[in-house]
């Protein structure tokens, strides 16, 4: 049944897609550029993103760091995890079959799985609240929380930065080369495992940024709450086109308004919100198989 709303209330849905699907942009930029330079799918990467999670909720609520102390050491331990899961699991089966390294990406994701729950027991733990981000201010009859208009200013920041290390210095014009041929690149001079370690680095970087943003929206931590976000995320990287960070960008905006309007509109239809960006997925790459801004791609033989 569609529901009708005032203008308010649709602005409110509006703002709240947008801060969903920021979160989902910052997520899924690290699957695409994993994927644009080794071709791998990084399933492990939502399990990066609980563990930052834990990595915060332990700095701020057992060892009483203060916050942006937290924050900062949280992004750190993060991309050093990132960098490390690459070193130890994925760089010594990088001449191995693409098979090969897409099942030991899903093994690393269940040693993650697991091993939270052994760590920290699979009991949800509640993620400290900041008042400042949480408490509601009224606008012209809207109800904004802070976080959700704090959530697509980081974002945007963070690609905006992002965009600007791939294309104007020589970390991202290494990375540039190595993901348009990996072979040249490293006939070329340019040294691969640093490069891939950084592309590792940075974006379980901003997954650790995503985890802090969603933790602040959604105050609950536990073992496997980057399941369904990361299988999300994923999604929203094929949608854009998987490989291009603007594609990953315009993907998680494009499921985030969508789950929101959809339960906005069908509130009969929550129980299916997971499923919008499945039903998305399908119906564009029906039409767009390389995604909306992703590129056909030629195989070499």
Request: some cysteine; aromatic content about 12%.
């Amino acid at each position: 049944m569609v529901v009708g709303m005032t203008l308010s209330t649709f602005l409110q849905q509006l703002i709240n897609g947008l801060s969903l699907g920021s979160l989902y942009a910052l997520i899924a930029i690290g699957y695409t550029m994993v994927y644009g330079i080794l071709k791998l799918i990084n399933f492990a990467h939502g399990d990066i993103f609980m563990m930052a999670a834990y990595f915060a909720y332990f700095g701020i609520s057992v060892f009483f760091l203060p916050w942006y102390v937290t924050f900062i050491i949280t992004i750190l331990l993060t991309m050093l995890l990132g960098a490390g899961i690459e070193r130890m699991a994925y760089r010594p089966l990088r001449e191995a079959p693409k098979t090969s390294l897409l099942i030991s990406a899903i093994g690393v994701s269940f040693l993650l799985e697991n091993l939270a729950t052994y760590l920290f027991s699979g009991k949800p733990q509640a993620f400290p609240e900041f008042p400042v981000m949480t408490t509601p201010i009224f606008v012209g009859g809207l109800s904004i929380q802070p976080v959700s208009i704090v959530i697509p200013i980081v974002a945007f920041f963070l690609m905006t930065v992002l965009l600007f290390i791939i294309n104007k210095t020589k970390v991202g014009m290494a990375m540039r080369a190595v993901s348009v041929d990996y072979d040249t690149a490293k006939l070329m001079g340019i040294k691969i495992d640093n490069v891939i370690s950084s592309t590792f680095a940075i974006g379980s970087g901003l997954a650790a940024v995503g985890a802090l943003l969603w933790c602040m929206k959604y105050p609950s931590v536990l073992p496997l709450m980057g399941v369904v976000p990361g299988l999300k995320c994923f999604i929203a990287a094929v949608i854009g086109g998987i490989g291009n960070v603007k594609g990953a960008v315009l993907g998680g905006l494009i499921l985030g308004f969508s789950e929101v309007l959809m339960v906005a509109f069908f509130p009969s239809l929550t129980g299916y919100r997971d499923a919008v960006a499945f039903i998305i997925l399908i119906i564009i790459l029906l039409f767009l198989p390389n995604g909306i801004l992703g590129k056909k791609q030629v195989e070499k033989v």
